[in-house]
């Protein structure tokens, strides 16, 4: 058998090989993965969330302690990943676009998910977060938190105002919310827990105060302060042919209590914001003609905090009992 060419046997050189195949390839190895800087990381997401609240790179690099540059390529290389563009950069003032609009409620949600993780002040008490816009579960609120804490004081109760339509929920921020009116957020289980009647707030000392009770009608003629962040009600609920004249938008239950206090307009809200909201410069009266308004109880649809279902049982048994 012939040796490579350049090796020798033990005897005699033989004459040099031809055509000698050279040596064979070594296996392939497998490809190495990806660098890990190519991987999404909590930094893309905490980059993209800042740009998404500030509408401005540069005004984000400062919230995050970076540089302008280092947050413009965390974001390009978060858009490369995902396959889509998330901002809009045609403009001075950097706008979402409809995908971008759509991730930063999943982005601010695996955000709060991480940083509860790691948070170890509460990993030997799990509180349970219960969100809540306004007015929180009405009359029941007290009978709700009085019962938590007799029969589960090892998972401390947080009742959390969130001026937000869901309250929060979306975003990971609460674990389940207390929520009035439909809500149509993709990704909720919502279960009705009791309807309100609805009330009008008028100006304490305009002509209203003094009619009981009073109609759609009667404030339809003047402003109607609507809350257009966390309120429940819009013009739809008018009939077409006798919609508000006029309306102030506000972005908070404490600016409409304001407004209508000073005069601005009137409201319409639940029964329970009486309760629960009272102002000097506001007097809630009833109204007789307008469809009552439902308290939900709402959660993210998948696994969530342990105690859930004690809370809906809890709330189901109070209000019951009435």
Not at 62 to 75: D, E, K
Not at 251 to 268: C, E, K, Q
Request: charged share 20%; glycine share 8%.
């Amino acid at each position: 058998m012939s040796n490579p060419e350049g090796a020798e046997s033990a005897g005699e050189p033989g004459p040099p090989a031809r055509d000698a195949e050279p040596p064979a390839a070594a296996p392939a190895r497998p490809a190495s993965p990806a660098p890990a800087t190519r991987a999404v990381e909590i930094r893309h997401l905490r980059a993209f969330l800042a740009v998404a609240d500030e509408g401005n790179v540069t005004r984000a690099a400062a919230h995050l302690g970076l540089t302008q540059p280092a947050v413009s390529r965390t974001l390009a290389a978060l858009e490369r990943h995902l396959g889509i563009r998330l901002v809009d950069r045609s403009t001075h003032h950097l706008a979402l676009t409809p995908e971008g609009v759509a991730f930063r409620d999943k982005a601010a949600a695996a955000v709060a998910a991480f940083d509860e993780a790691l948070d170890t002040g509460r990993l030997r008490h799990w509180p349970l977060r219960l969100g809540h816009a306004w007015s929180a579960f009405g009359p029941y609120t007290t009978p709700l938190l009085r019962g938590w804490q007799e029969r589960y004081p090892a998972t401390p109760l947080e009742l959390l105002r969130i001026d937000d339509r869901t309250a929060g929920l979306t975003r990971g921020e609460v674990d389940a919310a207390l929520l009035r009116g439909p809500v149509e957020a993709p990704g909720l289980v919502t279960e009705v827990l009791f309807t309100e009647a609805r009330v009008a707030a008028v100006t304490a000392d305009g002509p209203l105060a003094s009619v009981t009770p009073l109609c759609l009608a009667d404030l339809a003629d003047g402003p109607v302060v609507l809350n257009t962040v966390s309120g429940t009600t819009t013009p739809a609920l008018w009939p077409p042919e006798a919609r508000p004249a006029a309306t102030l938008t506000v972005a908070n239950t404490d600016d409409w209590l304001t407004a209508i206090a000073a005069g601005r307009g009137n409201g319409v809200s639940a029964a329970s914001t009486a309760a629960m909201h009272p102002h000097p410069g506001v007097a809630y009266v009833p109204l007789d003609d307008a469809p009552g308004v439902p308290v939900l109880l709402a959660r993210r649809d998948g696994p969530g905090h342990p105690a859930l279902p004690k809370l809906a049982a809890l709330a189901r048994e109070i209000v019951a009992r009435g």
